[in-house]
């Protein structure tokens, strides 16, 4: 998931800068998206020196969930019989519960997160906050978009929204949120990687050598991820086939220490 994740970010953003910006294809604009997240991926060493680009994503969240909602609310009246709902559907069950998953997905971090904290005795009140406010976000703006979009709902929902500059600002924001999500969740893979290799004892304990290792170790990860990205560039398919895989087992497995 650590790097299944950036993946999907990756795909998304192409999807929304050539939606919104164009000039270039979906498959370049994830090219460029991957060098813009491998700067400060190499730049930075821990969690703890990135942890302002995750701040970014508050914002970010909290501009698409208004649009999303006063849109959905807007709509809701003028798509009245033409759209259809239904409360249960189980044909499309297994697909949910991978998305659903998938949005959860932030149990893969939370080690390097607590070790970050300057408090990590307060991680647990912390977690618990983040997750009901995070339910309650995303319970608000399914129930509308459904709502108001029905059957013909899309993935991301702002393929749903009316074209003009709200919704194109919308997705640039969570273009970049995504954007700045990618470090924190590679560099959580990458410090994985360093550890059990030792780089310091491969570097002999020279630290500019350990350093440029490092630098190539990192360079390695986001040149994977984002080939990977382009050879299966589909966001909805891909983001339940990820969920349903590889998080929804993690998530039902019980973790008794990190």
């Given at each position: 998931?650590?790097?299944?994740?950036?993946?999907?970010?990756?795909?998304?953003?192409?999807?929304?800068?050539?939606?919104?910006?164009?000039?270039?294809?979906?498959?370049?604009?994830?090219?460029?998206?991957?060098?813009?997240?491998?700067?400060?991926?190499?730049?930075?060493?821990?969690?703890?020196?990135?942890?302002?680009?995750?701040?970014?994503?508050v914002?970010?969240?909290?501009?698409?969930?208004?649009?999303?909602?006063?849109?959905?609310?807007?709509?809701?009246?003028?798509?009245?019989?033409?759209?259809?709902?239904?409360?249960?559907?189980a044909?499309?069950?297994?697909?949910?519960?991978?998305?659903?998953?998938?949005?959860?997905?932030?149990?893969?971090?939370?080690?390097?997160?607590?070790?970050?904290?300057?408090?990590?005795?307060?991680?647990?009140?912390?977690?618990?906050?983040?997750?009901?406010?995070?339910?309650?976000?995303?319970?608000?703006t399914?129930?509308?978009?459904?709502?108001?979009?029905?059957n013909?709902?899309?993935?991301?929902?702002?393929?749903?929204?009316?074209?003009?500059?709200?919704?194109?600002?919308?997705?640039?924001?969570?273009t970049?949120?995504?954007?700045?999500?990618?470090?924190?969740?590679?560099?959580?893979?990458?410090?994985?990687?360093?550890?059990?290799?030792?780089?310091?004892?491969?570097?002999?304990?020279?630290?500019?050598?350990?350093?440029?290792?490092?630098?190539?170790?990192?360079?390695a990860?986001?040149?994977f991820?984002?080939?990977?990205?382009?050879?299966?560039?589909?966001?909805?398919?891909?983001?339940?086939?990820?969920?349903?895989?590889?998080?929804?087992?993690?998530?039902?497995?019980?973790?008794?220490?990190f």
């Amino acid at each position: 998931m650590l790097l299944g994740v950036p993946i999907v970010y990756l795909i998304l953003s192409g999807m929304n800068l050539e939606a919104t910006i164009g000039i270039f294809s979906m498959q370049t604009w994830i090219f460029l998206s991957g060098l813009l997240v491998l700067v400060p991926f190499v730049l930075f060493k821990t969690l703890k020196e990135i942890a302002l680009l995750s701040a970014f994503g508050v914002f970010a969240t909290v501009v698409v969930i208004i649009t999303v909602v006063l849109y959905s609310i807007h709509d809701i009246p003028s798509n009245i019989g033409l759209v259809s709902h239904k409360f249960i559907d189980a044909s499309q069950f297994a697909s949910a519960l991978g998305s659903i998953s998938f949005s959860f997905s932030g149990n893969f971090v939370y080690p390097e997160v607590e070790a970050s904290m300057a408090e990590p005795e307060n991680f647990g009140t912390v977690l618990t906050a983040s997750m009901l406010v995070i339910s309650a976000m995303y319970i608000t703006t399914a129930t509308l978009g459904y709502a108001a979009y029905g059957n013909t709902t899309d993935s991301p929902i702002l393929k749903n929204l009316p074209p003009g500059s709200v919704t194109a600002f919308a997705m640039l924001v969570i273009t970049a949120h995504v954007l700045l999500a990618i470090p924190v969740l590679v560099t959580t893979f990458s410090l994985a990687i360093e550890r059990r290799l030792d780089l310091l004892k491969i570097a002999h304990n020279d630290s500019h050598r350990e350093s440029a290792y490092r630098v190539v170790l990192r360079v390695a990860i986001v040149a994977f991820i984002v080939t990977l990205a382009l050879a299966v560039p589909f966001f909805k398919d891909f983001m339940a086939l990820l969920g349903a895989v590889a998080n929804t087992v993690s998530n039902s497995a019980r973790v008794s220490k990190f």
